[in-house]
């Protein structure tokens, strides 16, 4: 038999979910240890950097990335892990597009520091202290990692060969994924992998009739009816600017898209997409009209950037920005 | 060096080129600071255009079609109309001022209003400042390293 794979698994500014979803490919684990040596997953082994330090460059067959890079340590893996692996893999809408982390981008350092900090009801912090980088104490200087002010996605740090998207991804592509590396039968370099190129409505097994609404509301305030297209019925749904590939997990739970998929192929910004979309089936002809139905919307650009701002066009909000372009 | 905005202008093809034209043959006066771009209709806006003008070093950006009811393809001005609101309200969640996107009805014939709507949105734009999303979005500094990177 072959030598096995020798795959590492990473989590920067992440929740876990990806780590997980790994797992969630049951008992096809059994099959797996049989293909692959997992060299590196703090998650789940116990690793320390000097582990991947002693490795050599390329060392690693496949390293699975999943976290966005939201401070210097994740930065710095980021790094390392794209010099120890000949294939390194942006796992997640964290590596992908930024994430859920990457809502961030909304705030600056300081805006965050106060509210995490000092202002957060569930906080008590007389003192009002919030982290240095820098700190002296008896024994010497103490160090911890520069949390930025603006997140990133992996592909804005480090050079990547393969996304795989989704919060998180679907285990079936998972599966897939490691079959694909492990029989060396790997697509273009850049390409997304498991997932589907076309828009989450072809898989979606909702009925669309007549797309017209004149307002929105969100998902908590109805029980949406099963076999109608949300949209239709006033919900707002990613589906239409999202790739499929996940099996409209939540849209059969009742639940709108969220978008972890990401944008089709070819598209620049998730975001203006479902916009265009969204705002083309608001049923008013006039600017008041139209006015009054956007007011039922409070928060159009959390929505439509919910995994994906640090990867838009504009990549943050702008007025909250650090001046110089060299400060992170 | 006073601060020249830069605006981008998407006219529609049936109504504010020609008004725009009309406003040249006219030889009307208007400020130099939009640069033109000719679509067939003010509906094949895409709210992408905007952002990428904007993310890319415009200060503003212009989108002219004909007046609701006069769209050459029926209701195309229509579904911009419900866009660019949209738009708006999410370029505010983004620190973009409301001034810097805007969207004018100007026919064929309205050469004047045309020379109007430009010299106030560029005075407009002039007394908010430059946008400078290329730099404070950090776009710049991640495309200097991916070039680095890349030689």
Partial sequence: MAEKLKVGAYWAASCGGCDV???????????????????????????????VEAMEDGFMDLCLFNGAIRNEENEHMAKLLRK?????????????????????????????FQYVYKDSPSISNPDSIVPQTKYKVDEGEIEIPEFYNTVKSLDQVVDVDYYVPGCPPAPHQIWGVLEAVATNNLPP???????????????????????????????HMKIPEKDKCLVEQGIFCMGSATRAGCGARCIKCNLPCRGCYGPLPGVMDQGAKICSALASVIKADTPEGVQKVLDTLPDPAGYFYRFGLPKSLLHRRLDNAPESPDEN | MSF?????????????YT????????RMKYLPNVRVVRVMCSGRVDPTFVLKAL????????????????????????????????????????????ERVRLEWVSASEGEKFKEVVD???EKIRKLGPLNALNKSGVAKIRA???????
């Fill in chain 1, 21 to 51: 979803s790994t797992l969630d490919i049951h008992e096809k684990i059994l099959d797996l240890i049989q293909l692959v040596d997992f060299v590196f997953w703090p998650v789940a082994m116990d690793f320390k950097y000097k582990d």
């Fill in chain 1, 84 to 112: 120890k692996s000949k294939v390194l893999v942006a796992f997640g809408s964290c590596a992908h597009m930024g994430g859920i982390p990457g809502l961030a981008n909304f705030h600056n350092r300081d805006e965050i």
């Fill in chain 1, 189 to 219: 370099k850049g390409s997304v992998v498991g997932a589907d190129d076309r828009a989450l409505c072809e898989e979606c097994p909702r009925e669309i009739s007549e797309r017209c609404v004149d307002g929105f509301i969100r998902p």
């Fill in chain 2, 4 to 16: 020249e905005p830069k605006i981008v202008g998407i006219l529609c093809n049936w109504c504010s």
């Fill in chain 2, 19 to 26: 008004g725009a034209d009309l406003a040249g043959t006219s």
């Fill in chain 2, 55 to 98: 993310a890319e070093g415009a200060d503003g950006v212009l989108i002219a079609g004909c007046h609701p009811g006069d769209c050459h393809y029926d209701n195309g001005n229509i579904k911009t109309m419900r866009r660019m609101p949209l738009l708006e309200k999410m370029l505010g969640q983004f620190g973009i001022e409301p």
């Fill in chain 2, 120 to 122: 106030d949105m560029t």
């Fill in chain 2, 145 to 151: 390293e991916t070039r680095k990177e890349v030689a």
